[in-house]
């Protein structure tokens, strides 16, 4: 019910038929830089079709992607025009609903990993063209779906019926004429397109997105998904344009964050290829949204600063800190000694990733990857399940994320192996998939008093 919600990636389940591109005032939205592309290829592009459509390996868009969400794991559809796997017999009026409602062709009501409550934005001209893109330009591939068979009472998708009802609005994007034409556009992009509101806003107890928090930070498996208002110390507020518009197209700006996880994955497919009128446009909005304070008493990226300490303890007696031994022979290398980081490889201090447990933990265990402009940037994943000769196990991690966190991060930010490996286990768990643990025996247990009551009439009578 988010971008995907996987342990190592969390790509947001965006079962994306998404788009980026609606005619408002002559104005395009989601134009790409390849502007040799049809206006469906562009509008796939931007809105990163391919990374939730793709499974590792295979072919583009012919699903089978694996999707870690908190109801377990749904598998993407194919989306190409096979008539036999995908969707080559759907009418437009069928791409349309699928991707605006979530009804496939055959009535199967879609699981809200595919984020059609905020896709129910898109406009008509919008869906037409990347249903036209995926007609006659994605290759046909029959490649069978993979089925998704979550437990009860999760497998029962008439209950999205239900939730539809609570949560699905058909509503289509309307400008706001008391905004201008690049706020507006940037709230189209940012959330009916991008759908960035499908991560960074929190959720309620039934994973539907609480908008009275829009954006205002969630957590996604794994990871976080920070606050992206513009209150300035909870949120983004005290960046400036030119540096929420380099983040979005590069994933990195100098003392403020890196992107890594799913954002990482975003901007490697997705938001690196937008037009700068649009990155501009995102920009725009998101820097006029209602500020949303969350309780942090200082911005993210103003944690830390340089330490000397890993260099004093090499001539000292570093065996009380088990983490200056990992962080020495592991990271300080790539990192610095002093954590400054190289052109290559950003400092820990006055980096959002040293400010928060979950999201440094994440970027240990499974590493940090994205390719900008035809360069990769990589950092090795250490955890347990890593392809890596140098694994490190829970506590481990935990204490090089410790050492890290006092020296050049949060300090008050402290982590126990136990936090490694719900990290590895995909992050808190949901509380609505807490309670579904207790749903059958609650219905057996009805069932059983039922009968013992019609049981005792009888026996009265």
């Excluded at 591109?21 to 830089?33: C, K, L, P, Q, R």
């Excluded at 360069?375 to 392809?387: K, S, T």
């Amino acid at each position: 019910m988010s971008r995907r919600i996987d342990k190592g990636k969390s790509r947001g389940a965006a079962f994306a038929l998404v788009t980026l591109m609606v005619a408002t005032a002559g104005t395009a939205y989601g134009e790409t830089s390849d502007s040799t592309a049809s206006s469906g290829k562009r509008l796939a592009i931007a809105a990163d079709c391919v990374a939730c459509h793709t499974a590792p390996g295979g072919k583009a868009f012919a699903g089978g992607y694996p999707l870690s969400s908190p109801m377990g794991t749904i598998y993407s559809t194919n989306i190409t025009p096979s008539k036999t796997a995908g969707i080559g017999n759907y009418t437009s009026e069928q791409f349309a609903r699928a991707v605006r409602d979530g009804v496939a062709a055959d009535g199967t009501r879609l699981y809200p990993a595919m984020p059609y409550t905020s896709y129910s934005k898109i406009t008509d001209s919008d869906i037409a063209a990347l249903y036209d893109y995926f007609m006659h330009e994605v290759p046909p591939a029959d490649t069978p779906n993979r089925k998704t068979a979550l437990e009860f009472p999760f497998n029962v998708r008439a209950s999205m019926i239900g939730w539809n009802a609570l949560y699905h609005s058909p509503t289509r994007f309307t400008p706001d004429a008391a905004k201008s034409a690049e706020v507006n556009r940037g709230d189209y992009l940012v959330n009916a397109l991008a759908h960035c509101d499908t991560c960074h806003t929190p959720r309620n107890v039934l994973m539907a997105a609480d908008n009275s928090k829009a954006l205002a930070g969630a957590s996604l498996g794994s990871w976080y998904a920070p606050n992206i208002t513009s209150d300035k110390v909870s949120g983004i507020g005290a960046w400036s344009k030119s540096e929420i518009v380099t983040y979005l197209r590069t994933g990195h700006v100098e003392g403020k964050a890196q992107a890594a996880g799913p954002m990482a994955e975003a901007v490697e497919n997705s938001l690196q290829h937008l037009g700068s009128d649009d990155l501009q446009a995102i920009a725009d909005y998101l820097l006029q949204t209602t500020p949303v304070k969350t309780g942090e008493t200082k911005a993210r990226h103003e944690f830390g600063l340089a330490s000397s300490d890993e260099l004093t303890l090499r001539g000292g007696k570093p065996a009380d800190n088990p983490g200056w031994h990992i962080f020495s022979g592991t990271c300080a290398n790539c990192h610095q000694p002093d954590g400054q980081g190289t052109r290559e490889y950003p400092s820990l201090f006055h980096n959002t990733a040293t400010s928060r447990r979950d999201n440094l933990i994440a970027a240990i265990v499974y590493g940090v990857h994205r390719e900008v402009d035809g360069v990769a940037i990589d950092m090795p994943a250490f955890g347990p399940d890593a392809l890596f000769t140098d694994r490190l196990n829970d506590q481990q991690i935990a204490d090089v994320s410790n050492y890290v966190l006092s020296r050049y991060g949060n300090a008050d930010a402290v982590v126990t192996a136990a936090d490694v490996a719900l990290a590895r286990e995909g992050g808190p768990k949901a509380p609505l998939t807490v309670m579904a643990k207790y749903t059958l025996p609650a219905i057996i247990l009805v069932l059983l008093v039922a009968i013992a009551l019609i049981f005792r009439r009888r026996k009265e009578a």
